[in-house]
């Protein structure tokens, strides 16, 4: 392994561990933290200034303050605390680097760092690319980075930053609120899948990681079996009493998340524990149409050029089914979608790519995933009520649409 992902990989076990700490000083000091650092104006003026400055004197990170944030202000307003910093701060970077450029920026942060970013900003779909980097790359080096090597302007730069962002922003914001437990499994499953893709070949890589994922459900399923279920039963109060406005979150979820490349099958298996098999089917359906249909329109008229020259090269499979999309498009949308051999998310932007019109794409895309969404819809609703039987058939009948799906 290179001595510089090793240094990744310790620095980023530091910072799992400053944050579990920090959650726990937290949630057993939050009176006395509150007291000392106030919990008017300045405390908040305090951890935005703090947010600004470690963006600017990068590789500094401030992950391990969010829990501290979200023990005094809650989750949401930690999050909008932490994106009015990060942003600021992107800012500053921004300028530094676009109005003095490299022989001040090497003060701030390592120019061999940034210059590994270069190859990854386009000429074209600037904003929107920026909008996907800022969720894997760090907020300094991407700052800097674009400064110095794209033609961005202050403006496009200030938006794609804030909705780039956002989402982690909530996220940290949210599990700095959950238990030590929730936070060391999380911890864990992240350190595993980064070990493994950096030891294993990719073939084996992927194999590895669907244990891993396999064994951290079973593993949070059987430590939190009590709390799931009273959650699950919590939520089942919530769907009778308003069910209309349930079904709509779900599916407005769904339809969002979809296009921003996360998993749908939790809200699927949610779908089947809070509505049962039909309604639940429904739910999941409209929901898994919508937010396809959306990924394809920006894979077909944003993304194109990235997705041609970056995800299609990876899928070579899919180009074997080009002259079929042109002679029977219908047909071969219904039967890629109906055995599971593309990743759900990666096939949205895939045929957004190729000549499928439109029209098609959403019928076929809605009949062929029928019965996939079903089979995780059943073993949703198995979930919700435990039952050992029920799962079991649920996990052969995606295990045998797999394997068909493997074999045509």
């Keep these: 392994m290179k001595k510089e992902n090793i240094l990744s990989i ?13 959650t726990f000083f937290a949630q057993k000091y939050a009176i006395e933290i509150k007291n000392s650092i106030g919990g008017g104006i300045s405390g908040i003026l305090l951890y935005i200034a703090i947010n600004i400055f ?58 061999d760092k940034i210059g590994k970013i270069e190859d990854k900003i386009p000429e074209k779909n600037i904003f929107w690319t ?7 790359i760090p907020v300094d080096l991407l700052s800097y980075g674009l400064g110095l090597f794209s033609k961005i302007k202050s403006i496009p730069f200030l ?21 030590i437990k929730i936070q060391i499994i999380i911890g864990i499953e992240i350190m595993a899948a980064i070990l493994v893709m950096l030891l294993y070949k990719k073939s084996s890589a992927k194999k590895i990681l669907v244990l891993i994922a396999v064994l951290s459900v079973s593993l949070t399923l059987f430590v939190y079996k009590s709390e799931i279920l009273l959650l699950i039963q919590n939520l089942k109060e919530i769907s009778i009493q308003k069910p209309l406005f349930t079904a709509l979150v779900l599916i407005l979820s ?65 180009l074997k089914y ?36 439109l029209r098609k794409y959403v019928f ?14 059943y073993f949703g609703e198995s979930l919700g009520s435990m039952s050992l039987v029920n799962i079991l058939i649920a996990i052969g009948g995606i295990l045998l649409l797999t394997y068909i799906g493997k074999k045509i």
Excluded: D, H
């Design 254 to 318: 769904k339809t969002v998340l979809t296009p921003l490349g996360f998993p749908g099958t939790p809200l699927t298996l949610l779908s089947g524990s809070l509505f049962g098999k039909f309604f639940g089917t429904v739910i999941a359906l409209i929901g898994n149409t919508l937010g396809a249909t959306l990924a394809f329109l920006f894979s077909r008229y944003v993304f194109r050029e990235y997705v041609q020259n970056k995800v299609l090269p990876k899928y070579p499979r899919i």
């Design 10 to 22: 310790i620095e980023l076990l530091c910072v799992i561990i400053f944050f579990v700490v920090a």
């Design 54 to 111: 470690a963006v600017i004197l990068a590789p500094i990170s401030t992950l391990p303050l969010i829990p501290i944030a979200s023990g005094m202000w809650g989750w949401f307003w930690a999050g909008i605390f932490s994106i009015i910093g990060w942003v600021v701060g992107a800012q500053i970077a921004f300028y530094i680097s676009r109005r003095f450029g490299k022989p001040l920026v090497k003060k701030f942060v390592s120019l």
């Design 159 to 179: 938006f794609s930053t804030i909705f780039g962002v956002m989402p982690f922003a909530f996220i940290f914001a949210y599990v700095g609120t959950l238990s």
């Design 130 to 136: 920026v909008v996907l980097l800022r969720m894997i």
């Design 322 to 357: 080009e002259k079929r999309f042109e002679q029977k498009a219908l047909a071969t949308v219904v039967l890629l979608r109906l055995i599971p051999v593309f990743p759900f998310n990666g096939l949205n932007f895939l045929l957004g790519v190729l000549n499928i019109p």
């Design 364 to 377: 076929a895309s809605f009949i062929g995933m029928i019965p996939g969404t079903a089979l995780f819809v």
